[in-house]
């Protein structure tokens, strides 16, 4: 990497679902990059575990919960500074053993994956939002999947919740417009070799598997790599948009 390329030198950003899989490539990756890092996880001994490994912040709590994140965020900027670089990654691909197609799913189901997909991606955008407006610079950088493009099948509140994700991004960059050098982005990875896949079933990682040309899955390396520099102020002329990170299954 060359000197001062994609460096994130004083920045300070927090990563949700910062504990394992991708999430945790992104902050290891953010942290070589010399940003502070909060790890924001549900699982204290996970964030407490990245946090260590990379000089961090371990930050514990739900992001479904408004008090949690308004103690959260408290503890970052207390501890590290005001954020510059909110990664919204935490996400969750069903309730568990519930892998159903539409007609047999129940409201539960939804709410589940909703609640944390994408109301907890909105209230920790809006953790942040009042100060990155304030000093008129951040970046924002949200965890879709190619799922929100084109739908799996039994994984309709996961899809729809995706696709959420992907248009959410959309209305807030425009939001922003006019508000500084905000940029916010979205990533949508197909099939990663992470923990999350162990919600789902042999057929379902088969099936999604077969859809990607390079005949692999991707690595949370390779996401950790983009998302850093969407995290960059070199990121400065895209906004709005929706990187596919496929291995060839996405080329439009």
């Given at each position: 990497?060359?000197?001062?390329?994609?460096?994130?030198?004083?920045?300070?950003?927090?990563?949700?679902?910062?504990?394992?899989?991708?999430?945790?490539?992104?902050?290891?990756?953010?942290?070589?990059?010399?940003?502070?890092?909060?790890?924001?996880?549900?699982?204290?001994?996970?964030?407490?575990?990245?946090?260590?490994?990379?000089?961090?912040?371990?930050?514990?709590?739900?992001l479904?919960k408004?008090?949690?994140?308004?103690?959260?965020?408290?503890?970052?900027?207390?501890?590290?500074?005001?954020?510059?670089?909110?990664?919204?990654?935490a996400?969750?691909?069903?309730?568990?053993?519930?892998?159903?197609?539409?007609?047999?799913?129940?409201?539960?189901?939804?709410?589940?994956?909703?609640?944390?997909?994408?109301?907890?991606?909105?209230?920790?955008?809006?953790?942040?939002?009042?100060?990155?407006?304030?000093?008129?610079?951040?970046?924002?950088?949200?965890?879709?999947?190619?799922?929100?493009?084109?739908?799996?099948?039994?994984?309709?509140?996961?899809?729809?919740?995706?696709?959420?994700?992907?248009?959410?991004?959309?209305?807030?960059?425009?939001?922003?417009?006019?508000?500084?050098?905000?940029?916010?982005?979205?990533?949508?990875?197909?099939?990663?070799?992470?923990?999350i896949?162990?919600?789902?079933?042999?057929?379902?990682?088969k099936?999604?598997?077969?859809?990607?040309?390079?005949?692999?899955?991707?690595?949370?390396?390779?996401?950790?790599?983009?998302?850093?520099?969407?995290?960059?102020?070199?990121?400065?002329?895209?906004?709005?948009?929706?990187?596919?990170i496929?291995?060839?299954?996405?080329?439009?």
């Amino acid at each position: 990497m060359a000197d001062g390329m994609f460096r994130l030198d004083g920045k300070v950003a927090v990563v949700t679902g910062g504990g394992q899989g991708i999430g945790e490539a992104i902050c290891r990756r953010l942290a070589a990059g010399g940003a502070k890092v909060g790890v924001f996880d549900l699982n204290a001994a996970n964030a407490e575990r990245v946090a260590t490994a990379i000089g961090g912040v371990p930050l514990v709590g739900d992001l479904t919960k408004e008090a949690d994140l308004d103690r959260v965020f408290g503890e970052i900027v207390k501890s590290a500074g005001p954020v510059d670089v909110l990664v919204n990654n935490a996400g969750v691909a069903s309730k568990p053993g519930r892998d159903v197609p539409i007609w047999e799913s129940e409201r539960a189901d939804w709410e589940f994956v909703m609640n944390i997909n994408v109301t907890g991606l909105v209230l920790c955008c809006k953790a942040v939002l009042p100060g990155m407006i304030a000093r008129q610079y951040g970046r924002i950088v949200n965890i879709a999947s190619i799922a929100g493009k084109e739908g799996n099948p039994k994984m309709a509140p996961y899809s729809a919740s995706k696709a959420a994700v992907i248009c959410l991004t959309k209305s807030l960059s425009k939001e922003l417009i006019g508000k500084g050098d905000i940029c916010v982005n979205s990533v949508a990875p197909a099939v990663i070799q992470t923990p999350i896949l162990d919600q789902l079933n042999e057929e379902q990682v088969k099936m999604m598997l077969s859809k990607i040309p390079l005949g692999r899955t991707g690595k949370p390396d390779e996401v950790a790599a983009l998302v850093h520099f969407l995290s960059s102020a070199d990121c400065s002329f895209t906004t709005g948009f929706c990187f596919d990170i496929s291995g060839g299954r996405a080329t439009y």
